[in-house]
């Protein structure tokens, strides 16, 4: 059974970075998400095998960045310039989708998540 374990949450000033870390597993297509209280699961962005493609949400784009290392089979995601509307638990999943999985129903294996707040 296929594991994923998110590390990198935290909390963080506005304005302030984090970079979350995923052991992914290699050729598959890796995404986060993230979910507030309250709120459905949001994608945030995913990224192909090897790594060609990659897709954000809108909330995220141009501040946000996906990227993997194969070698490491760790998928990374940058968050900077954070926001108070951040503030969620953030998963990482796993796809057999070739690219552009951008719905939760898409993914089979996904992590526990891990906390990020950001402070006003």
């Known amino acids: 059974q296929v594991q994923l374990e998110e590390s990198g949450g935290g909390l963080v000033q506005a304005g302030g970075s984090l970079r979350l870390s995923c052991a992914a597993s290699a050729h598959y297509a890796m995404g986060w998400f993230r979910q507030a209280p309250g709120n459905e699961r949001e994608f945030v962005a995913c990224?192909?095998?090897?790594?060609?493609?990659?897709y954000y949400g809108a909330s995220v784009k141009g501040r946000f960045t996906i990227s993997r290392d194969n070698v490491l089979n760790t998928v990374y995601l940058q968050m900077n310039n954070l926001k108070p509307e951040d503030t969620a638990v953030y998963y990482c999943a796993q796809s057999g989708v070739v690219s552009g999985a951008t719905r939760p129903e898409m993914y089979d294996v996904w992590g526990r998540g891990t906390q990020v707040t950001v402070a006003s």
């Open positions: 990224i192909s095998w090897p790594g060609v493609r990659t």
